[in-house]
């Protein structure tokens, strides 16, 4: 079992800057390959980035490339989403995931474990 919770969410102006992050407890954390999805409202919840277990491979969405980036420090246990260039469509719920797969997925049903969100808005 694995354990995650997001922080570091809040309002922000449109073309401002935050930094997500995700705490991890329970299993090894390098053994699994992690995640970012996001939820607006009356949507899906969509990919955003991912991260392999020892961070050699990244992956994001095309909405989140060039603003996007997706880290992790496996001797904190934790992983990061810093979001720059912040628009009001990137206004959602994030959530930290975390798969068995320890390499790169944007397949929401790759990831076994979920944290509860962390709400973003955006204003423009």
């Known amino acids: 079992q694995v354990q995650l919770v997001e922080s570091g969410g809040g309002l922000v102006q449109a073309g401002g800057s935050l930094r997500l992050s995700c705490a991890a407890s329970?299993?090894?954390?390098?053994?699994?390959?992690m995640g970012w999805f996001r939820q607006a409202p009356g949507k899906e919840r969509e990919f955003v980035a991912a991260?392999?277990?020892?961070?050699?491979?990244?992956y994001y969405a095309d909405s989140a490339k060039g603003r996007f980036t997706i880290s992790r420090d496996n001797a904190k246990n934790t992983q990061y989403l810093q979001m720059n260039s912040l628009k009001p469509e990137d206004t959602a719920v994030y959530y930290c995931?975390?798969?068995?797969?320890?390499?790169?997925?944007?397949?929401?049903?790759?990831?076994?474990?979920w944290g509860q969100g962390t709400q973003v808005t955006v204003s423009s």
């Open positions: 995931a975390a798969s068995r797969n320890r390499g790169i997925s944007n397949d929401r049903s790759m990831y076994t474990y």
């Open positions: 329970g299993r090894t954390f390098s053994n699994y390959g």
């Open positions: 991260i392999s277990w020892s961070a050699g491979s990244t």
